[in-house]
DNA sequence: GTAATAATGTGACATAAATCACAATAATAG
DNA sequence: CTATTATTGTGATTTATGTCACATTATTAC
């Protein structure tokens, strides 16, 4: 349940965390951090997953689904003393919130977690310049088949899983509209590249699908 | 000429730095940093604009252009062994090429330098999630505006500036293609709220700009 | 300075996907 | 269990913008 950054840890600097953080439950739908709010904690993600998202111009962007163990907001933490992304639980979840001022003084002085969180850190960015790249240019189905492998590969780590999100939801974190999500979802039903009944999904096809993301 | 993270550092440190660190003239069009290779560098920008950029699965995507002084290629450096983006000169630019291992080093001895790598970097992420909302949300018109009100305050600082990019770059920049780029710079500069001769760009109505960056 | 190449301007046309409209189904609350 | 609300499915229509084609103007190279 550590994530790779809280590895690097002393037992003592674990017990300092633990006594210095509040564990709270959020069920689905609640808020965990909110956008425009002020920024004072790092949130760490210790069951349950979570969508980031950022209220645009014209509807909400989901910027990416977070699965647990992860430390959550840093960049809004750190980054600025107003939160610009919300977070929301998308089923039962368990975070810690670690006061900023002990996390701050844990990177200070220790340098291997501090360059661990640094590593995350330049990952996400990576992770978030490739989503914006796909984003914007790809259309709907090559968007879709690279939310079903990123979902398969990363979130839930099986080729079947329960998608506790809306198609609205699908549609504000591939940019499309929920008509569209519709649309291209039966369609890969049809064409038997995935199996849907209710909100538990099979991926079938998964070369079809790898495909697509390539050429779609 | 140095950086906010630079300033923490004590003049021994950047004596150190100064040391072992390479200093190269690049001209218009070089390529410093090249997608697809060995990341073993951070890069020091001392003068001059570069432009980061990725190649996406049907054009480049221009993720951003950056000022000096500033530091490159850190999310790619620390994030992976080979390099997920390009970095490439827009004019003449003086850069130092940091081992990785002396950065490495300053990280972990001088705590201060390291919070402030990781606010900047937090600010960068913070940026690329709104970059990329207002890409795949707003129209052309608002790409456009958003970027010329973006190279005024933050990339030139002032109304006037000679924008070294073809029209092809600021279509990869905003997402859109060279002609829509073509037809709603004409389109501004016959509203008056541009005017431009050959590469010499002014912004003569700043309010309409932000107007359309608003509701574009 | 002239040829060759790159960049820009503009019209006509094609198209992916948004929007609108409404029916059908599922989920939730009382 | 029934009523209400949220979610999903699907057709018809609209629209912003991409693509193609070609003319015009800069820029670069020799």
Redesign the interface.
């Known amino acids: 349940m550590k994530s790779p950054a809280a590895r690097k840890l002393t037992p003592q600097e674990t017990e300092k965390l633990s006594g210095n953080c509040l564990t709270v439950k959020f069920k689905k739908g609640d808020s965990i951090i909110k956008q425009g709010t002020y920024s004072t904690n790092v949130v760490y993600l210790k069951r349950g997953l979570v969508k980031i998202h950022?209220e645009?111009?014209?509807?909400v962007?989901v910027?990416r689904i977070v699965r647990p163990p992860s430390y959550l907001g840093?960049?809004?933490?750190?980054?600025?003393k107003v939160n610009?992304?919300s977070v929301s639980a998308i089923e039962e979840c368990e975070v810690c919130f670690i006061d900023i001022t002990t996390f701050?003084t844990l990177?200070?002085?220790n340098?291997d977690f501090?360059?661990q969180?640094?590593?995350e850190?330049?990952?996400?960015?990576?992770e978030?310049?490739?989503?914006?790249?796909?984003?914007?240019?790809?259309q709907v189905r090559?968007k879709l088949a690279d939310m079903l492998i990123d979902f398969s590969d990363n979130i839930f780590r099986a080729d079947s899983f329960v998608l506790n999100i809306t198609q609205e939801d699908i549609g504000n974190l591939v940019?499309a509209s929920r008509e569209s999500v519709s649309r291209v979802m039966t369609e890969f039903a049809k064409d038997g590249i995935i199996e849907m009944n209710g909100k538990s999904l099979t991926i079938t096809d998964r070369p079809m699908l790898n495909n697509i993301s390539?050429n779609g």
């Not at 645009?56 to 509807?59: A, V």
């Not at 850190?121 to 990576?126: N, Q, V």
């Not at 978030?128 to 790809?138: A, F, G, I, M, W």
């Open positions: 950022i645009g111009p014209y509807r962007q910027v840093l960049p809004t933490t750190f980054g600025d610009h992304y701050r990177l200070s002085t340098s501090s360059n969180i640094l590593i850190l330049c990952k996400g960015e990576l978030s310049y490739n989503k914006c790249v796909n984003r914007t240019q790809k090559g940019d390539r």
